[in-house]
């Protein structure tokens, strides 16, 4: 089957530098996303990673390496605003299926 | 510049009745995809349409549910006769192209609860 493994939770102070994994093991993978959600409202695009390496998108970056089955995101400069639930999410089935990772819950603190 | 509408944003219905749940998706998106949410979770892929066309409902129960994507009018996901275990919150999300783009916006989501 197809699953994707992140820690449950995370704690960091504000202006620090947090490190989110994620482990998956899927068939017909295509790349890796990460979403934000806020309180269980709408999922939040924030990267995309269709070869290896890195990609930087402002304070974010995230990082694949297929060979490892393993990507993870990167959060800088933390803000408190920041605080909210992150999934990995492996595009599959052709590119049009999301499949979510478990998901961390992010607490940032002062 | 309107994203992924959804609507109702909160729905209550009681076991046995019928739950509708529609999704506009965003400008020039064709492509249409349902998610489930329970508590604590993450999103379960259900189902991924494009105008009058189901392309792939593996993640869909069996029985009860059902969505379309009509040619003119948002995507509506069904559910007939709901149970308990119905509960949840349902996220549409939409593309442009599957196969150029890797991008999927989400709505702010229905809750469903059934009493």
């Known amino acids: 089957g197809q699953s994707l493994e992140q820690p449950s939770e995370v704690t960091a102070v504000e202006g620090a530098i947090v490190q989110i994994n994620c482990t998956y093991q899927?068939?017909?993978?295509?790349?890796l996303s990460w979403y934000q959600q806020h309180d269980g409202g709408a999922p939040t695009f924030l990267s995309y990673?269709?070869?290896?390496g890195l990609e930087e998108t402002g304070r974010f970056s995230s990082f694949l390496s297929r060979s490892d089955s393993y990507g993870y995101l990167l959060l800088q400069e933390l803000q408190m605003k920041d605080s909210a639930s992150y999934f990995c999410?492996?595009?599959?089935?052709?590119?049009?299926?999301?499949?979510f990772g478990t998901g961390t819950q992010l607490k940032v603190e002062l | 510049n309107a994203g992924v509408m959804q609507n109702p944003r909160h729905l209550v219905r009681r076991r046995g009745q019928e739950a509708r749940l529609r999704c506009s998706p965003m400008?020039?998106?064709?492509?249409v995809y349902w998610y489930r949410q329970l508590p604590e979770e993450g999103l379960k892929f259900m189902v991924y349409?494009?105008?009058?066309?189901?392309?792939?409902e593996s993640g869909m129960p069996k029985e009860r549910f059902s969505a379309e994507f009509p040619k003119e009018g948002p995507s509506i996901l069904r559910i007939q006769q709901v149970v308990r275990g119905d509960s949840a919150a349902y996220f549409c999300?939409?593309?442009?192209?599957?196969?150029?783009?890797?991008?999927?916006?989400f709505g702010p989501g229905t809750r469903l609860t059934v009493l």
């Open positions: 999300a939409s593309s442009l192209i599957p196969e150029v783009t890797d991008t999927q916006y």
């Open positions: 899927t068939s017909g993978f295509y790349g």
């Open positions: 990673n269709g070869l290896d």
């Open positions: 999410a492996a595009l599959t089935g052709g590119g049009n299926k999301l499949t």
């Open positions: 400008k020039g998106h064709s492509h």
């Open positions: 349409l494009q105008k009058e066309n189901i392309i792939d």
